[in-house]
């Protein structure tokens, strides 16, 4: 596999990861309404018997998201 094409599996993977967290945070959010003052949002049971994946606090997207590098204003004058 080229260098190049590498940057389509890890796309996919990507697109795959916002969609599971994406769908983690809004059961979370029901949760949180459902069972306000309870611990039952970080229960991994109360996701997988609705069929919606478990994420781990570091898998996030919104931490996955600030962990990604920016660009900065060295590397933005060089690109195209």
């Not at 389509?8 to 769908?23: M, Q």
């Not at 069929?51 to 962990?67: E, N, T």
């Amino acid at each position: 596999m080229d260098a190049a094409d590498y940057k389509h599996v890890v796309l996919l993977g990507l697109i795959f990861l916002k969609y599971i967290s994406d769908r983690f945070a809004q059961r979370h959010a029901e949760i949180v309404r459902e069972e306000a003052g309870t611990y039952a949002a970080e229960d991994r049971d109360e996701y997988t018997a609705e069929g919606v994946f478990w994420v781990p606090l570091s898998g996030r997207w919104d931490r996955v998201q600030a962990a990604a590098k920016q660009p900065t204003s060295a590397n933005a004058s060089t690109m195209p």
